[in-house]
């Protein structure tokens, strides 16, 4: 009996120590995602209300690292590796990621909302914010993703993630928002 | 003997050096920096309160003016020889009610000891009889008539709702225009009548008309998923940056939307046309060499000539309305405005600071009112070119601590 007992505890030991494993075991470091940044995506008209378990948030978070901001160098909006106040970031490597999961995934379209730091006019920051929205697009068309399923957006200066004035926070706020419209 | 001698000849020397060096001095500098004081004394009345709110907007006018100290006197003159302590002094009387104002006022040369100004000035609102007096006497001291008799319309609010108002060139009489949820953006007057303002009314940045009589907003370019700046040129066109195939250029809407010319064809951003008042030029921004720059296109010719050299990142130009000079503003870790001449050249820092933008002229090309932070004050100033004078006309408030942009209109009648 206590045999049986003694088995039964270990057995539900293990069950409970794997699970826990598998639920805090750490993510895969994203070597170009610099650490500083948090990483965020917005979902719109998500496709089913789901029951919250353990597969779905697995999915919430691998969509979070594909679908990660990219980031771009003070006034430009060409598409390159950023090594720079804070962001270490390979910007091509995301943007083939974001292919590969959208060549995968047909049914998925996608807004590209540009951003921009404080450090130009409300015009000129515009105008910006649309460019660099344009370039993750054409690079994804380029990749065979059809410009039917990407929406570009400029925010301009309007929406920072990092409200400081300093050079960490305006590297931040020069960035690509991937929102899913619909899965 | 002979020592002492030299000694005195080496200090007349000095003594004159020192004289004629003082002089020397005073010769360079700007007379302008030098403020001319002016006391304002209480205005009779048998309304005092509408008598001091036109006391007050007169003193406002001519300290904003970065040429004058107004001194506000709280006593009445009955005989103007008792004024002194100042180069002018302004008394005289107000009447009328609330809608229609009139002020009798008086200016005093002090130093010649004469009247230079005595007029009867009427107008609907009591800061508008301030406005033309301020002007009249301007012209008087300076040659040239005032700037007060000209409205603003600005963008402001929060940073994810600004609409838009309108006030007087000084910041008096702010009035809010629209009531939308989103941002409104980057205003401009495009006849007396009609102002166009960049806003996400729609899904986009897009290029609006609205109606100042009716109220009425109307969209002016919507085929695209960005537009802004609506630059009024004539004929009912309009000058718009629109993005088409992943370059904003700017373009000749007319008022039904449609592309009438493209104006200019570069690859990357294109953006902030400004017309020089005959409509020969179009003064706008490119970053087609690199980096945002000033260029002026010849609109007969067709041929497109870069004009700032001095600054990385030269935007938002705007041309004075005698067309000989554009303000722009120099970005980066710190902001500056800058004024060149329409055909570039003569490059001159006005002011520095943390952030300034949407620069616009006054209709007498001595001012510029640009919104931004100066000494760690947000709000929209008015900047004297001539001396770099500045004055806060509308401070950041609880009702709008974010601006988006803004315009000053031609002088009012």
């Given at each position: 009996m206590n045999k049986t007992y003694l088995s039964l505890a270990a057995i539900v030991s293990a069950s409970f120590l794997a699970y826990s494993c598998s639920c805090t075991t750490p993510k895969k470091p994203v070597a170009e995602a610099p650490a500083p940044v948090k990483q965020e995506v917005q979902q719109q008209a998500p496709a089913a209300p789901a029951?919250?378990?353990?597969?779905?948030?697995?999915?919430?978070?691998?969509?979070?690292?594909?679908?990660?901001?990219?980031?771009?160098?003070?006034?430009?909006?060409?598409?390159?590796?950023?090594?720079?106040?804070?962001?270490?970031?390979?910007?091509?490597k995301v943007l083939d990621g974001i292919a590969d999961y959208m060549a995968k995934h047909p049914n998925i379209k996608i807004k590209i909302e540009g951003n921009c730091d404080e450090r130009g006019t409300e015009a000129y920051n515009l105008a910006l914010g649309q460019k660099r929205a344009d370039a993750a697009k054409n690079y994804l068309v380029m990749h065979g993703i059809s410009p039917d399923r990407i929406e570009t957006l400029s925010n301009g200066k309007l929406k920072p993630v990092d409200p400081a004035h300093n050079e960490y926070a305006w590297a931040k706020n020069r960035n690509d928002q991937f929102v899913i419209l619909s899965k | 003997m002979r020592k002492i001698i030299f000694f005195f000849i080496m200090l007349f020397f000095v003594y004159s050096g020192l004289i004629y060096a003082q002089n020397y001095e005073l010769n360079i500098t700007n007379p302008n920096y030098q403020k001319i004081i002016i006391n304002v004394y209480n205005l009779k009345s048998s309304n005092p309160q509408l008598a001091s709110k036109v006391k007050s907007v007169i003193v406002r006018d001519l300290n904003m003016s970065g040429f004058y100290q107004a001194n506000d006197i709280n006593s009445t003159i009955?005989?103007?020889?008792?004024?002194?302590?100042?180069?002018?002094?302004?008394?005289?009387?107000?009447?009328?009610?609330?809608?229609?104002?009139?002020?009798?006022?008086?200016?005093?040369d002090v130093t010649n000891q004469k009247i230079v100004i005595d007029t009867k000035i009427t107008a609907n609102n009591f800061a508008w009889v301030s406005h033309k007096l301020v002007d009249n006497f301007m012209l008087y001291d300076?040659?040239?008539?005032?700037?007060?008799?000209?409205?603003?319309?600005?963008?402001?609010?929060?940073?994810?709702?600004?609409n838009l108002y309108i006030a007087d060139f000084d910041g008096e009489n702010i009035q809010q225009i629209t009531h939308y949820n989103t941002n409104l953006l980057l205003p401009m007057w495009t006849t007396d009548n009609e102002v166009s303002f960049t806003a996400y009314l729609n899904k986009y940045p897009s290029v609006y008309l609205l109606n100042l009589s009716n109220g009425h907003v109307r969209s002016l370019y919507s085929a695209s998923n960005f537009s802004e700046n609506g630059t009024y040129y004539k004929n009912g066109l309009y000058a718009v940056s629109i993005n088409k195939n992943s370059n904003i250029n700017i373009f000749l809407v007319d008022k039904a939307g449609n592309i009438v010319k493209?104006?200019?064809?570069?690859?990357?951003?294109?953006?902030?046309?400004?017309?020089?008042?005959?409509?020969?030029?179009?003064?706008?921004?490119s970053n087609s060499e690199g980096s945002p720059q000033i260029y002026s296109l010849d609109l007969g010719l067709g041929v497109s000539t870069r004009l700032t050299y001095n600054c990385p990142n030269s935007q938002s130009p705007a041309v004075s309305s005698d067309g000989t000079k554009i303000a722009y503003i120099c970005a980066g870790s710190d902001f500056s405005l800058n004024v060149i001449g329409v055909n570039g050249g003569n490059n001159e820092n006005i002011i520095s600071s943390y952030y300034l933008d949407s620069p616009s002229w006054s209709y007498d090309n001595r001012y510029v009112a640009v919104y931004g932070s100066i000494d760690s004050k947000d709000g929209i100033y008015i900047i004297n070119t001539i001396n770099g004078n500045f004055s806060l006309a509308i401070g950041a408030n609880k009702l709008y601590s974010h601006f988006g942009g803004l315009d000053v209109s031609k002088k009012i009648n």
């Open positions: 029951p919250v378990t353990t597969p779905e948030v697995s999915e919430e978070e691998r969509l979070k690292e594909i679908f990660q901001r990219i980031h771009f160098n003070f006034d430009k909006y060409n598409l390159t590796h950023i090594d720079k106040w804070g962001i270490n970031q390979d910007v091509p | 009955n005989n103007p020889s008792d004024i002194s302590g100042c180069n002018y002094g302004i008394y005289g009387s107000v009447s009328g009610s609330e809608n229609n104002v009139v002020l009798e006022a008086v200016v005093y300076t040659g040239i008539y005032g700037p007060f008799e000209s409205k603003i319309i600005f963008s402001a609010g929060s940073k994810n709702v600004k493209q104006l200019t064809n570069n690859n990357g951003i294109t953006i902030s046309p400004y017309f020089t008042p005959d409509l020969s030029k179009m003064i706008y921004v």
